[in-house]
């Protein structure tokens, strides 16, 4: 293998001598330098944070300050709205790890805010939408009724934990109704209009659902938190790019010519090359960013321990007689939906700032290729189970995450 490597680099060796002397005539050396140090110091931050959780939060709040440092500095509604929804979310990775003790209370809650946060932000969005002639009657219904999803699925959730407390075991009503809602989750989005502000909040909402059935503490927050905080994203840098509301309201993810076909249609058409632009310095802090906010969403409730010894009540809206595989699906369907909302927050940008995906999903590779080699020199021989335990599922989970960006770069060749 290494010699099958070292001949493939050979022969682009005039890409690297051209990289050299690009650099050279533009002077750039330092700024290059400086930017490589920078990096290669935030994604150590970011393997650290495999080890201690807090540092997560850290990070969070000197994210907090980042639009402060731009052209945001007149948009005073988006500098709050970053501020606090990182100071938010920077509470959770400090708060004890999900599953040793169920608070389906905090499980109720959650799903009450989500249900009067999208609401309220949906009204908003149609309002604006009907002063600049956008069409909304043909997506609403659909929205409404996954609203009433998230409804059914809190009903679901405090009548099987009461069902469960009085020994009567679980209904099967909520049981059908449980699968019912996972299967029509990934698949009501589909349907829906090819808006991307509306393809946003149908998978979020969607998720929401899911999430909450599976959720046993603050974990339905948790996803609220990050899905708001993604969307901020998304606007902050779209106003950076100098574009106003309107136009992130206006914009489909497929070509005008098919903007009247459904949504599943247009799944895998891309960017039109001929409207991608080059790629910029600036990008590679939007490639950091998806790959912090992916180590966010992994470990923002949870450690690796958590996953190895996960509480079996996250998945008795769905079950109670232990079933291995079907527990570890719906598990594995619980770890990856945060993924989900940071992959589509970050596809949208890369649509609205029309970003070169193909170039920025390799940026992203090289940054979790490194810190791949520095788990792979982790890994330990020698020592308790534990310890081998832990650093091979670090080398395996970081592979993991490679795995998952090749899929999202394939989706869009």
């Given at each position: 293998?290494?010699?099958?490597?070292?001949?493939?680099?050979?022969?682009?060796?005039?890409?690297?001598?051209?990289?050299?002397?690009?650099?050279?005539?533009?002077?750039?050396?330092?700024?290059?330098?400086?930017?490589?140090?920078?990096?290669?110091?935030?994604?150590?931050?970011?393997?650290?944070?495999?080890?201690?959780?807090?540092?997560?939060?850290?990070?969070?709040?000197?994210?907090?300050?980042?639009?402060?440092?731009?052209?945001?500095?007149?948009?005073?509604?988006?500098?709050?709205?970053?501020?606090?929804?990182?100071?938010?979310?920077?509470?959770?990775?400090?708060?004890?790890?999900?599953?040793?003790?169920?608070?389906?209370?905090?499980?109720?809650?959650?799903?009450?805010?989500?249900?009067?946060?999208?609401?309220?932000?949906?009204?908003?969005?149609?309002?604006?939408?009907?002063?600049?002639?956008?069409?909304?009657?043909?997506?609403?219904?659909?929205?409404?009724?996954?609203?009433?999803?998230?409804?059914?699925?809190?009903?679901?959730?405090?009548a099987t934990t009461s069902s469960l407390q009085r020994k009567l075991?679980?209904?099967?009503?909520?049981?059908?109704?449980?699968?019912?809602?996972?299967?029509?989750?990934?698949?009501?989005?589909?349907?829906?209009?090819?808006?991307?502000?509306?393809?946003?909040?149908?998978?979020?909402?969607?998720?929401?659902?899911?999430?909450?059935?599976?959720?046993?503490?603050?974990?339905?927050?948790?996803?609220?938190?990050?899905?708001?905080?993604?969307?901020?994203?998304?606007?902050?840098?779209?106003?950076?790019?100098?574009?106003?509301?309107?136009?992130?309201?206006?914009?489909?993810?497929?070509?005008?010519?098919?903007?009247?076909?459904?949504?599943?249609?247009?799944?895998?058409?891309?960017?039109?090359?001929?409207?991608?632009?080059?790629?910029?310095?600036?990008?590679?802090?939007?490639?950091?960013?998806?790959?912090?906010?992916?180590?966010?969403?992994?470990?923002?409730?949870?450690?690796?321990?958590?996953?190895?010894?996960?509480?079996?009540?996250?998945?008795?809206?769905?079950?109670?007689?232990?079933?291995?595989?079907?527990?570890?699906?719906?598990?594995?369907?619980?770890?990856?939906?945060?993924?989900?909302?940071?992959?589509?927050?970050?596809?949208?940008?890369?649509?609205?700032?029309?970003?070169?995906?193909?170039?920025?999903?390799?940026?992203?590779?090289?940054?979790?290729?490194?810190?791949?080699?520095?788990?792979?020199?982790?890994?330990?021989?020698?020592?308790?189970?534990?310890?081998?335990?832990?650093?091979?599922?670090?080398?395996?989970?970081?592979?993991?995450?490679?795995?998952?960006?090749?899929?999202?770069?394939?989706?869009?060749?």
């Amino acid at each position: 293998l290494p010699l099958v490597f070292w001949n493939r680099i050979g022969k682009k060796l005039h890409v690297i001598y051209a990289t050299f002397k690009y650099i050279s005539l533009r002077k750039a050396a330092r700024r290059v330098l400086f930017t490589l140090l920078l990096g290669v110091l935030s994604l150590e931050i970011l393997v650290l944070s495999f080890f201690k959780r807090e540092i997560l939060s850290v990070g969070l709040v000197c994210f907090s300050f980042w639009p402060f440092t731009t052209t945001l500095t007149d948009c005073r509604s988006s500098l709050a709205c970053w501020t606090v929804l990182c100071f938010a979310l920077a509470v959770f990775p400090i708060l004890p790890v999900v599953g040793r003790e169920a608070n389906y209370f905090l499980v109720t809650a959650a799903g009450v805010v989500i249900l009067v946060v999208f609401s309220l932000m949906l009204l908003y969005s149609a309002s604006i939408s009907r002063q600049i002639h956008i069409e909304i009657d043909n997506y609403l219904s659909i929205l409404i009724f996954q609203f009433l999803l998230v409804t059914f699925a809190l009903y679901i959730i405090n009548a099987t934990t009461s069902s469960l407390q009085r020994k009567l075991g679980l209904p099967v009503i909520n049981q059908y109704g449980s699968w019912t809602i996972l299967l029509s989750s990934f698949l009501l989005p589909l349907i829906n209009s090819s808006n991307l502000v509306v393809r946003l909040w149908s998978v979020v909402i969607a998720l929401s659902s899911v999430f909450l059935l599976m959720s046993t503490a603050y974990e339905g927050l948790f996803l609220l938190v990050l899905s708001l905080l993604m969307g901020t994203w998304l606007l902050c840098e779209h106003k950076r790019s100098g574009k106003t509301l309107n136009t992130l309201l206006e914009t489909r993810l497929s070509s005008p010519n098919s903007a009247s076909q459904p949504a599943w249609k247009v799944l895998t058409e891309g960017l039109d090359a001929a409207t991608a632009r080059k790629l910029t310095l600036e990008d590679l802090r939007i490639a950091y960013f998806f790959v912090f906010f992916i180590v966010v969403a992994f470990f923002g409730t949870g450690n690796i321990a958590s996953i190895n010894s996960f509480d079996p009540a996250s998945v008795y809206c769905f079950l109670t007689v232990f079933s291995p595989f079907i527990m570890g699906g719906l598990l594995l369907c619980k770890v990856l939906i945060p993924f989900v909302v940071v992959t589509c927050a970050f596809d949208a940008i890369h649509v609205v700032l029309s970003i070169p995906v193909e170039s920025l999903v390799l940026v992203v590779l090289v940054m979790t290729d490194l810190m791949g080699l520095h788990f792979f020199f982790l890994v330990k021989d020698s020592g308790s189970w534990l310890d081998i335990g832990t650093s091979i599922s670090h080398y395996v989970i970081m592979m993991a995450f490679i795995i998952f960006l090749l899929q999202i770069g394939r989706a869009h060749v």
